[in-house]
């Protein structure tokens, strides 16, 4: 179970259907939408592209961190130990630190807690679920999972905090967190 569940914290659930969302959007002729769905297609765009920020940059670092590292993962432990270090080896070996996919959910996570801030609940068991999949699997320690997923959680909030700062699907606070704008709506409204 835990083989097939580690796949829906892959990066390419999240990235592939935002690329291809910005795509759309700048293939659509806006100037032919009625004010409504001109709306609903620039949220549309907003969330994908804080969806290509949080997942793609916080992806793009955990890789170059990952391999900075070079941490030896749980399959090779008889070989090198628990703290066996191996920076800038390129060798898949040793990337076990920080995981890539537990950071992916870290963003997703993150994504969720700013967009729907009363579910958090819901959100963390589900993405905390999916990202421990990859200690059930032998791909990384219980650390790894852990650094990765906080990693991919604080780069969602960031860029949250930059998305408020320019008017993006949040709107900055007095505290400095970013709250999101009530004109933000996935689905269009009942008239």
């Not at 179970?1 to 999240?14: H, K, N, P, R, V």
């Not at 949220?43 to 940059?57: D, E, I, P, Y």
């Not at 999972?145 to 700062?165: I, M, N, Q, S, Y």
Request: one cysteine or more; a positive charge.
């Amino acid at each position: 179970m835990a083989e097939f569940l580690t796949q829906f914290a892959l990066g390419g659930w999240y990235l592939i259907p935002s690329a291809l969302l910005l795509v759309g959007a700048n293939l659509t002729d806006w100037r032919s939408l009625s004010r409504r769905s001109r709306m609903l297609v620039y949220n549309w765009t907003c969330l994908a592209f804080l969806v290509l920020s949080a997942v793609g940059l916080s992806g793009l670092l955990v890789n170059v961190l990952k391999y900075a590292i070079g941490r030896a993962r749980p399959l090779y432990f008889q070989d090198f130990g628990v703290l066996a270090l191996h920076p800038f080896a390129f060798d898949a070996r040793f990337a076990g630190f920080p995981s890539g996919h537990a950071t992916t959910m870290g963003a997703v996570f993150g994504v969720l807690l700013l967009l729907f801030p009363r579910r958090w609940y819901i959100a963390l068991v589900i993405t905390a679920c999916l990202a421990s999949t990859r200690v059930f699997v032998g791909a990384h320690y219980p650390s790894d999972t852990v650094a990765g997923f906080g990693l991919g959680c604080a780069f969602a909030l960031a860029c949250g905090l930059v998305f408020a700062r320019l008017g993006f699907i949040f709107r900055p606070t007095p505290s400095g967190l970013p709250v999101r704008k009530a004109s933000f709506r996935l689905i269009a409204p009942d008239r």
